[in-house]
Nanobody, 118 residues
Framework: VQLQASGGGLVQAGGSLRLSCKASGRSFSSLRMGWFRQAPGKERELVAADVWIGGSTYYADSVKGRFTISRDNAKNTAYLQMNGLKPEDTAIYYC????????????WGRGTQVTVSS
């Protein structure tokens, strides 16, 4: 599975961005999709996943109510809509995918930089 993330950039606090992750090499509908981020000096964290425990959608507490994960199976693309961006959202964002029923992600794309200015 190959993943290509895009849509990052520089935005002012309170602004919005939509990240896209286009997948190829496997039936997209069989993939669980997730978005991670890593800020300088911090560990990588899971931001959102479309299929989590019990089939629920997962959001990190820090982004609940502001970020939305979605997917378009016809376009083989997953999205992360980010509204109300804060400077602390600044990070490299990675999309990830997996085709098993677990919680780990095997396939990773290159990151896209998101910078939020205050």
């Amino acid at each position: 599975v190959q993943l290509q993330a895009s849509g990052g950039g520089l935005v002012q606090a309170g602004g919005s961005l939509r990240l896209s992750c286009k997948a190829s090499g496997r039936s997209f509908s069989s993939l669980r999709m997730g978005w991670f981020r890593q800020a300088p000096g911090k560990e990588r964290e899971l931001v959102a996943a479309d299929v989590w425990i019990g089939g629920s959608t997962y959001y990190a507490d820090s982004v609940k109510g502001r970020f939305t994960i979605s997917r378009d199976n016809a376009k083989n693309t997953a999205y992360l809509q980010m509204n109300g961006l804060k400077p602390e959202d600044t990070a490299i964002y990675y999309c990830a995918a997996d085709d098993t029923d677990g919680l780990a992600f095997e396939y990773w794309g290159r990151g896209t930089q998101v910078t939020v200015s205050s």
